[in-house]
């Protein structure tokens, strides 16, 4: 709920001033339209930004000396992106091993890649980074900012934030039979699907095993027994049908041969708009793939726009993604606009690249709307959020301005 | 080797500048410099070096000559001998064992080889000591060894714990081949209850963080906080430009080695490490580089606004801090090693050359006159 | 001449309105006040002062006045400023490794003025105003190298000081792509090209004087003939009709006296490798060429020894020494890149020895110094190469000969660069301290006339 009202928060306690070489972090923002992802929209209202948080959300106009002034026609909160990559190659994934739960994302970003100021240009705020999908189980992916000091650690808003995995053909693509090759993991790892899943039932069964005999443990398994007490959120990418029917199985199976109750998310889940039952049945959170432009994607999976709109209409919570793609027409903003070209709601829309994927993530509490106490991640733009003729013009991360809507011409 | 050298005439030759008898053994020994580099490397002055028994007994403007000693006089500097703190000297092909990943028992001090020519190159550029260290190839290479240029001295026999942080150290068809897994692994070491590990995680024995980009710099900084570590950064030629979390962090860094030709931005980055007071030494990596690129490195980075103070701690004391032998080496002071050079003029100026060493306070090296 | 390209006219436009200008060139008046100034090797004067103008030095002396227009600078140390011998500022990767240059490739040809911008800065802020480059480092015939300007945006008449001043060749090199190591029947060939080169040279410059004079010559006897002709024009033509009337008569057919004329003498063919090779015999173009072993340098010696004209530099020269008589008494110069080396990777015999500067210098053979011409940045390291050559034996007074006037007279241009003498380039240092030490500190940098470095820029 919102505050009609100006609520001063004990946050405001700022000093007076501040050094030369700092940000400024003090911001009044005028707005004809705050879209606060909360399913309310303020008409000419405004923001205040104190210390890297959202001090105020409310109508009217109030200026302040101490806070700096910008005027834009739309706020949305800053976006969220569950499935991105950032300069992933291979020494992102520890490939000696398929199962390899403690190898963590964190440790294999950099800092200084360009790629993260591509992200902050597009509106993206808050990402979930993830290794290439080379290994059944590829390790803790971390939700991080895509902005601020230029130290992974610093921008971190939650570490170990998913366990990460594939299902399906990557983590098998390469590998090959044993038959006359010189020994190399390459021949030992799975060649097929059944090979993929048959490692993820065996990491659980075994994790499972280990609380009574030791033996079963193995590197990470307690990482795994987190998972399937629901304390680790497990994310499974699985673009086409049958990899998406083999997870929910596998959910399924799990609560019920081993008594747990993991929490799973489907990543690139393309297919998902042709079992929607099966999701709404096992309460699985969906991430959407980029959506293509010729309906195929994936791993051969098929998906067209309006299954954004199909997947909400059954209630299945859904967030948009990017893949931390390169190419413009990939990038996030627009793919929430690509979803309300194929029906569905600018509301729903707009959660699917804020509040729901923060809450996949479990980072809602900081991230996701426009609300008094968040951080102030906010993205500016000059027109109706998502229609191609709006651009953002500005964008605050943790309250330091990246991109200045008094710099862009009009 | 005993040189001996009879004095024929008071009245030597005036291009002479020594007038000594070396008799075979003798404890003491005098060296009265025209000048003398004192530890902070300023303002040098007129004084003796006396040494007993292969250490400094004395230094200063007023020391006396005691009765017995033997004296030589030079016209020159003295100093205290250069350390340089990364080199694969006299054996360059031994440094890497390619077939384990993990190898921390493997020790650099006993695969070198003390007659290899490149000790006398780096003694003939006035390097006394040097820290030879297995080649960043793997997690982790083993221990570096802390070695004198001339006897084959190991003054340190486990100088620092080498611990590979750049790609060099994964392989794509061998554990690790990532980032993670990489640290996920040392994670794991670090938690074992004995062994070198064990003694890297208590602090008895410095970790030497091998890395090659800036990102492989932050890495291995969250890595040595997260496990309350001391030790060193290598390898990387930028990583001053992350001098503030170094110095959070209590590292210090191994620079270089420079070429001629060197980009200032690698120069630059020096100076932030000076800036933020991040203790830092210079690498030679010889045989690959001229160890005479040590003073080239250091006189580079004065041209580019280096303190002469800092550059001169950089080539001596700080430089034996980072090798953990500060109480042996690296400066003109009353019990240390008698590790001393006599040079032509200001051994910060490329122009002046060595013209004799000692080492342990024997004569090691002479130039012909 | 080919005409220069359009980069140096748009510098010379980019000069004119940047500079806030006092005289037409857009150079400022100067007036150098120093405790001590260097006017050549050898010589100084205290407390003086030089005045430039329009790029020159127009004045040097104890008892100048400051002219009211002129910008006043001054120092402890005013000295002339180096020259590197052997560098690549300027010149793309793609020219300096250019495998298929010839002896008529020029270097200016593959300049860019605005490339290393960085680096130029830098350079000039060690003291180094003037740089020689040469296209095809790895190539066996390197083509013309050029003596050019550090400093950026120079009009075009200011950036090139010498569109040709050297020829370089190599012995003992691998071309690019081949294995490294020549074995010795390679080497001898190399040798034999290098010596038949300044021949061919010679020999095409021969056989187009001599093709002059014959030229001369048979247009004067075409004249001479011509002349004798039109005298006796009247009475040949009588001869003529009788003869035709007489062979009419006679029914004979009627010769024609023709008077065959010598055919016009051919030049020899035209060949642009050929010419060059023949300014290089002449003594036009000084010729560089890069040996390291004692038999090459001693072979490349007794080969050219007939070619008197002939400027020889000896490049590289490790195992000069040997040699050190026959180089001191021909007066030729040996250039030097005296840059230290690891003992991994380099080969012994093309290793020149770090007191080889020193040993030759003492031995009176002529020395350049430079940093070898493969890496544009390494000319900023000019001072601690010579440095390091210093310490390893060379008079600090003879590296700075070398740097200075000694490079100008290696490539003809002491006319204009390597001292402060009245009517020279204004190419000026003024230091903190002695030139080539540590203490140097270089404050300020003039080129051209201009002022191009300044305390805190």
Not at chain 1, 372 to 401: C, H, M, Q
Not at chain 2, 54 to 64: L, Y
């Amino acid at each position: 709920m919102i505050p009609i009202h100006a609520l001063a928060l004990a946050l405001a306690l700022v000093p007076a001033g501040r050094r030369e070489d700092e940000p400024q972090r003090r911001w009044t923002i005028y707005a004809d339209e705050i879209h606060t992802s909360t399913g309310r929209t303020l008409a000419n209202g405004m923001v205040f930004v104190n210390n890297g948080k959202i001090s105020l959300v409310s109508t009217g106009r109030e200026e302040s000396p101490e806070r700096e002034l910008l005027k834009v026609r739309a706020v949305t909160a800053g976006l969220v992106d569950a499935s991105v990559r950032i300069d992933a190659e291979l020494q992102s994934v520890e490939q000696s091993s398929e199962i390899s739960p403690s190898v963590r994302v964190a440790d294999s970003l950099d800092p200084f890649s360009i790629e993260w100021d591509r992200q902050v240009r597009s509106g993206v705020t808050t990402v979930l980074a993830n290794p290439l999908d080379l290994d059944v189980v590829g390790g803790l992916g971390v939700v991080l900012k895509t902005a601020g000091p230029e130290s992974i650690e610093a921008r971190t808003v939650r570490a170990d934030a998913v366990l990460r995995g594939a299902m399906g053909s990557q983590p098998s693509y390469g590998n090959h039979p044993a038959f006359g090759r010189p020994t190399d993991f390459f021949s030992r790892r799975p060649t097929t699907r059944m090979g993929v899943e048959w490692e993820w039932r065996k990491a659980f069964y075994d994790a499972a095993a280990s609380r009574k005999d030791s033996e079963r443990a193995y590197p990470g398994s307690d990482l795994v027994l987190r998972a399937l007490d629901g304390d680790l959120t497990i994310a499974i990418q699985a673009w086409t049908t049958q990899d998406i029917r083999t997870a929910v199985f596998l959910k399924e199976e799990v609560e019920r041969e081993l008594g747990g109750h993991p929490r799973v998310l489907l990543d690139a889940a393309a297919e998902a708009w042709k079992e929607p039952d099966l999701l709404v049945r096992s309460k699985v959170g969906v991430v959407l793939p980029p959506f293509p432009s010729n309906g195929r994607t994936g791993e051969g999976s098929f998906m067209a726009w309006n299954v954004a709109r199909m997947l909400h209409d059954r209630g299945v919570p859904i967030a948009l993604s990017s893949h931390g793609s390169a190419n413009p027409e990939d990038r996030l903003p627009l793919q929430a606009g690509y979803a309300m070209r194929g029906g569905l709601d600018f509301e729903s829309a707009l959660e699917a690249v804020t509040i729901s994927p923060a809450r996949m993530l479990g980072v809602e509490d900081r991230v996701g709307t426009v609300e008094v106490g968040k951080d102030a991640d906010l993205v500016l733009w000059n027109g109706p959020p998502f229609e191609p003729g709006s651009r953002i013009v500005g964008v605050l991360v943790d309250g330091v301005l990246k991109v200045d809507p008094r710099e862009q011409a009009e | 080797m005993m040189i001996t050298i009879l004095a024929l005439s008071a009245a030597a030759s005036p291009l002479a500048t020594h007038r000594a008898i070396l008799a075979p053994e003798s404890r003491l020994l005098a060296i009265r410099a025209e000048q003398v580099v004192l530890p902070d490397g300023g303002a040098p002055a007129r004084g003796v070096i006396l040494i007993e028994d292969g250490r400094i007994a004395a230094v200063g403007p007023d020391v006396e000559v005691p009765e017995g000693a033997i004296l030589v006089e030079h016209r020159g500097t003295a100093s205290a001998g250069l350390v340089a703190l990364h080199s694969y000297s006299g054996s360059p092909s031994e440094m890497f064992d390619s077939t384990r990943s993990v190898l921390p028992e493997a020790r650099v001090s006993l695969a070198f080889d003390p007659a290899n020519p490149d000790f006398a190159d780096a003694l003939r550029a006035g390097i006394t000591s040097i820290v030879l260290t297995p080649i960043p190839a793997s997690l982790c290479g083993g221990t570096s060894a802390l070695v004198k240029t001339s006897g084959g001295v190991v003054v340190r026999g486990e100088a620092q714990l080498s611990l590979g942080f750049s790609s060099l150290a994964l392989r794509n068809n061998r554990f690790p081949t990532s980032f993670g897994g990489a640290v996920a692994e040392l994670d794991r070491l670090f938690e074992e209850p004995e062994g070198v590990f064990a003694r890297a995680a208590k602090r008895e024995i410095p970790v030497l963080l091998e890395a090659s980009s800036r990102e492989d710099v932050a890495r291995a900084i969250a890595f040595a906080q997260r496990h309350e570590l001391t030790g060193a950064i290598s390898g990387a030629a930028w990583a001053g430009e992350l001098a503030e979390k170094i110095h959070s962090a209590e590292l210090s860094v191994v620079c270089g080695p420079w070429r001629i030709g060197e980009e200032r931005r690698d120069l630059l980055a020096v100076l932030a490490l000076e800036k933020a007071g991040v203790p830092f030494g210079f690498a030679i990596d010889a045989p690959a580089n001229h160890p005479l690129m040590l003073r080239a490195g250091a006189a580079m980075c004065l041209r580019e606004g280096l303190g002469r103070a800092t550059a001169w701690r950089a080539l001596t004391s700080d430089a034996a801090r980072i090798a953990g032998a500060e109480d042996r080496i690296g400066s003109l002071s009353k019990g240390l090693d008698a590790d001393i050079v006599l040079w032509s003029g200001d051994p910060l100026d490329l122009g002046s050359t060595p013209q004799a060493v000692y080492v342990d306070g024997k004569l090691a090296w002479k130039d012909k006159p | 001449m080919r005409a220069l390209t359009g980069w140096f006219q748009l510098g010379l436009c980019a000069a004119s309105l940047a500079a806030p200008a006092i005289a037409a060139d857009g150079s400022t008046s100067l007036f150098i006040q120093g405790k001590r100034i260097i006017l050549r090797p050898g010589e100084e004067i205290q407390d003086g002062a030089i005045l430039v103008r329009d790029g020159r030095i127009a004045a040097v002396g104890r008892d100048l006045r400051q002219p009211e227009d002129a910008k006043r600078i001054e120092g402890a140390v005013v000295c002339a400023a180096y020259i590197d011998a052997w560098g690549a500022l300027g010149l793309g990767q793609d020219s300096l490794r250019d495998p298929t240059t010839s002896a008529a490739t020029r270097t200016v040809d593959g300049l860019d003025p605005w490339a290393d911008e960085h680096l130029r800065r830098e350079t000039l802020r060690a003291g180094v105003t003037v740089v020689r480059v040469q296209a095809g480092a790895d190539a066996r015939v390197g083509g013309i190298g050029a003596l050019v300007r550090v400093a950026p945006d120079l009009p075009a008449g200011d950036a090139v000081v010498q569109p040709a001043c050297s020829l370089s060749m190599s012995i003992g090199q691998a071309a690019p792509g081949e294995a490294e190591g020549r074995d010795p029947f390679e080497r001898i060939a190399d040798l034999d090209r290098v010596v038949s080169a300044v021949e061919t040279g010679k020999n095409y410059l021969i056989a187009r004087t001599e093709h002059r004079y014959e030229l001369e010559e048979w247009e004067k006897k075409i004249a001479e003939k011509e002349t004798e002709l039109d005298k006796d024009a009247k009475k040949a033509k009588k001869d003529r009709e009788k003869e035709q009337k007489e062979a009419e008569e006679k029914g004979k057919p009627f010769q024609e006296k023709k008077y065959k004329e010598d055919k016009r003498p051919q030049p020899p063919r035209y060949d642009e490798d050929s010419e060059i090779l023949g300014r290089v015999a002449d003594g036009a173009i000084p010729f560089f060429v890069q040996a390291n072993r004692s038999s090459e340098i001693r072979g490349l010696l007794t080969g050219t020894a007939e070619h008197d004209r002939l400027r020889l530099v000896v490049v590289g020269g490790a195992e000069a020494l040997a040699c050190s008589r026959m180089l001191a008494e021909r007066r030729i110069p040996v250039l030097l890149a005296p840059v230290p080396r690891g003992r991994l990777g380099s080969n012994e015999e093309e290793t020149a020895p770090l007191s080889l500067a020193g040993d030759l210098a003492r031995a009176g053979v002529p020395l350049l110094l430079g940093t070898g011409g493969e890496d544009a940045g390494a000319s900023r390291d000019l001072p601690l190469v010579a440095a390091l050559a210093i310490g390893n034996g060379l008079e600090r007074s003879k590296a700075f000969e070398i740097v200075t006037l000694g490079a100008a007279r290696a490539f003809d241009a002491s006319d204009r660069l390597g001292s402060l003498e009245v009517g020279k380039a204004a190419e000026i240092l003024v230091l903190e301290g002695d030139p080539l030490t540590a203490g140097a500190g270089v404050r300020y940098v003039v080129s051209a006339g201009r002022l191009v470095v300044e305390p805190g820029n």
